[in-house]
């Protein structure tokens, strides 16, 4: 992929962050996404590049949506073809209700390169590059800890572990406490949940629990641009499930993914825009005199860039960002 392709793409997350947010608290999350969609696509037909899109926002929501197998870019002969991995509003319940966390978020890897996860649960364990490749998602909640704190050269009392506050995870937030460890809980989001275990500065040292599939490919992408790992499991709930895992390409619905599973080959560029302020972005700022404010972060897995992005938006040149 052409690297000018990185800087390119954050032009789409930002203008779906700056149309979803205007439904901000409003209480219509259908709203919020539909506009996150529209801006999304039509950006996305500006740019040099023959896409697919492989992980949409699922199968199964009845929100309008960018679906599988739906082509991006301008199409042009001499453009990279590659594979797209987008949820244009990763939080629709949370933009509704006005809270934190809400992201636009996309993937993009060579045509081939992004698994093409259902929509359905996945268990999912991410780190960043210090615990990379020392720990398993299969091994006991006490011992990732232990081998998180000495990656770290923290105490256990001083590891925070992330885990989304759902009844399903009870008992995994009782046995990471009673290590002595930290949690900290999070509602809706867990792309950005599992990319803050990936970096220093949040203070977060593991991702653990079960979420959606497809978001967990997003946020694959982003942790070999960052350069942690991740691991993660399918859990089909039913044989329909299952034999969807097999048409979809993997012949063991539930065998262990690996982050080279997730995302293969050595390249891959994720890009992210706030919506609302949360743990990783600041969201969208609306300045009067009709400005607005992003706070994006892109990166690339071949060059380990992180690039933040601040940019000031005049919407008088971008009517159709415009909220009536």
Not at 33 to 50: E, K, P, V, W
Request: some cysteine; hydrophobic content about 45%; glycine content about 10%.
């Amino acid at each position: 992929m052409d690297r000018e392709l990185a800087l390119e793409v954050v032009r789409v997350t930002e203008v779906a962050a700056l149309a979803s947010a205007q439904w901000l608290g409003r209480g219509k999350k259908n709203e919020a996404d539909g506009a996150a969609t529209s801006a999304m696509r039509a950006m996305f037909d500006t740019i040099a590049m023959r896409g697919t899109v492989v992980i949409g926002e699922g199968e199964l929501d009845e929100a309008p949506m960018l679906y599988i197998g739906e082509k991006l870019g301008n199409g042009a002969a001499d453009a990279p073809e590659v594979d797209v991995a987008v949820d244009p509003l990763e939080g629709t319940t949370i933009v509704a209700k006005g809270h934190s966390n809400a992201l636009s978020v996309l993937a993009i890897g060579d045509r081939g390169t992004l698994l093409h996860a259902p929509d359905m649960y996945m268990m999912k364990m991410a780190v960043g590059a210090r615990a990379a490749g020392l720990i398993h998602l299969d091994d006991p909640v006490e011992k990732m800890i232990e081998v998180v704190a000495q990656a770290h050269h923290k105490r256990v009392q001083d590891v925070t572990v992330i885990i989304q506050e759902r009844e399903r995870h009870q008992a995994l937030i009782e046995a990471v406490r009673e290590t002595g460890a930290r949690v900290k809980l999070f509602g809706d989001g867990d792309v950005g949940a599992a990319i803050a275990a990936c970096m220093p500065q949040t203070g977060i040292d593991l991702f653990l629990g079960i979420g959606g599939a497809p978001e967990g490919v997003i946020s694959a992408a982003a942790i070999k641009c960052l350069g942690g790992d991740m691991q993660a499991r399918l859990k089909p709930q039913n044989e329909a499930e299952r034999e969807r895992c097999r048409a979809m390409g993997l012949r063991d619905p539930e065998q262990l993914l690996t982050l080279e599973d997730l995302v293969s080959g050595d390249d891959a560029i994720f890009a992210a825009t706030g919506v609302s302020d949360g743990e990783l972005l600041q969201g969208v700022r609306y300045l009067g005199d009709n400005l607005a404010e992003t706070h994006s972060i892109v990166m690339r897995a071949k060059t380990k860039t992180i690039r933040f992005i601040r940019t000031l938006h005049n919407l008088d040149y971008k009517p159709n960002l415009v909220w009536g």
